[in-house]
């Protein structure tokens, strides 16, 4: 059976379904190339994996390549996405995590970083794997004279430290925690991180644990909590337990999801300006000068405006962790989000942690007095529409549709896919230190992005009221299904 190489390696990492796209010979081939490419002959590099399955047996076969080549694997076992990147990061070795993230069983794929936990993409190394990859797997691995060895590293205990360490929960009121780990990496570390299983001390935190157990297959539910289905159990056992909050990650914990004390959802964006807030005044309590904190484009424009608010330099990035982690290294950013719940600081390198977000979250809430609800009213989004995706038969022609209907009357901006939006949204859009527009101007905003793989447009849209975005979302529509 021949690989599709294009399709298995992505913009960002290596996805594709078990052992039909992604195999035993694939993998091997794929770390006898990460080892090439980056020059590991002699040198080391870590390796993690999640609970599928597949995950073992692929991590091993990545380390038969790549110790072929010369390379010292480090095999970290069991882990979540950004304990990998923790090791990656104190150890100062390049980093392959084998999950497939949200994606169902079926998948597997490979997260690939170089040293400091710093992102590989198809532009910065990926292609060039992809094309040695193929090669090793159609000529065969030609092993180097002295072969590299495998050793194993528990790095649970030291991971949660440092996450401790980063925020600090001791002298927080009590809070009572509904954890949902839809039998993904989150089982494995958030007790470790906020309980006594990694043998520190214990935090004022009950952890009621939902779907702890490590299960590939996801019998309770997708380990997705983007899609709201996938939260109902989280916000009925929040009610029923009577919980301050309710936390919700998926397969490699990576994303971290917030259910206030009523089990209603509390927007990525809102999580974000809350997060933000400390660290930039965690910055400026250390006489940092220009703090600048980066935003994805897709998040609500609530998310922009605090950070200004805040003081600090609010900065805006396209999707996609590895040009996140690349703009944030460039401009010394204290902290990104993207509004699929992805967080990102400076002081984990740069990279995205859950559980970080989360702790941040806890820690605000712990220090004050109000509610979960409350505290995240203070930061309430925008109206918007959330992500929808669009099935039409030919991407270019709906787009050309919509700047005929849209463009004579809208500001454009092709930054990441194409943005449409009234002037007084352009006004405020503009300004990198300072809300141009007020808040309660009449503003609304609408992008389209094609999907790589599909014939997929994905639609988002914010405004400043209701009225203003259903007419918005009523209209693109029709323009598109048109």
């Known amino acids: 059976m ?41 040198e080391s590099l870590v390796i993690g994996h999640d609970m599928r399955d597949s995950s073992p047996r692929f991590a091993a076969a990545f380390a038969r390549g790549a110790t072929a ?54 532009e910065t190394g990926l292609a060039r794997i992809r094309d040695r990859a193929q090669a090793h797997l159609k000529h065969g691995i030609t092993p180097v004279a002295l072969m590299g060895a495998v050793t194993k590293y528990d790095s649970l205990t030291e991971y949660a430290a440092y996450l401790r360490s980063m925020v600090n929960l001791d002298s927080i009121r009590p809070l009572r925690v509904v954890i949902d780990a839809a039998n993904g990496m989150a089982g494995h570390s958030a007790l470790a991180v906020l309980g006594e299983s990694a043998g520190l001390a214990s935090l004022p935190i009950e952890i009621l644990p939902l779907y702890f157990e490590l299960d590939g297959n996801f019998p309770n539910h997708e380990a997705n909590p983007l899609v709201a289905e996938n939260l109902r159990d989280l916000q009925a056992a929040v009610v029923a337990k009577k919980a301050d909050l309710g936390l919700a990650f998926d397969g490699d914990a990576d994303r971290c999801f917030v259910v206030d004390e009523l089990g209603n959802p509390i927007s990525p964006s809102t999580v974000a300006a809350i997060v933000a807030r400390v660290e930039i005044e965690r910055a400026k309590a250390l006489d940092e000068q220009n703090v600048t904190v980066l935003y994805g484009h897709l998040a609500s424009r609530m998310l922009a405006d605090s950070i200004r608010n805040a003081g600090a330099r609010a900065s805006k990035t396209k999707v ?14 204290v902290f990104g989000a993207e509004h699929s719940a992805h967080y990102y600081f400076r002081d984990f390198w740069f990279a995205d942690s859950g559980l970080l977000a989360a702790m941040h979250f806890m820690k605000a809430l712990g220090e004050s007095r109000v509610s979960a609800s409350e505290l995240a009213r203070e930061f309430a989004p925008y109206p918007s529409s959330g992500e929808i995706n669009l099935q039409v038969a030919d991407v270019a022609q709906a787009l050309e549709r919509v700047r005929t209907a849209f463009g004579a009357g809208a500001a454009i901006d092709e930054f990441d896919g194409v943005t449409f939006g009234s002037s007084a949204w352009a006004l405020g859009n503009a300004s990198e230190t300072s809300s141009a527009a007020s808040s309660d101007s009449d503003w609304w905003w609408f992008n389209l992005r094609s999907s790589n793989t599909e014939p997929l447009l994905r639609f988002n849209a914010e405004a400043s009221s209701q009225a203003q975005l259903e007419n918005i979302i009523a209209g693109v529509l029709a323009v598109i299904q048109s």
């Open 320 to 333: 996609g962790h590895s040009l996140i982690k690349a703009q944030m290294l460039s401009e010394n950013a």
């Open 2 to 42: 021949s690989t599709n190489w294009n399709a298995l390696v992505k913009a960002y990492d290596i996805r594709g379904l078990v052992d039909v796209d992604l195999t035993e010979d694939v993998v091997q081939a794929l770390g006898a190339a990460f080892a090439d490419e980056l020059a590991l002959e002699c």
């Open 69 to 122: 080549r010369g390379a010292n694997v480090i095999q970290l076992g069991l882990c979540s996405t950004d304990q990998t990147y923790f090791v990656s990061g104190s150890l100062g070795l390049p980093s392959a995590m084998f999950t497939a993230s949200h994606n169902p069983a079926r998948y597997n794929g490979i997260k690939l970083t170089r040293s400091e936990a710093r992102a590989i993409s198809i």
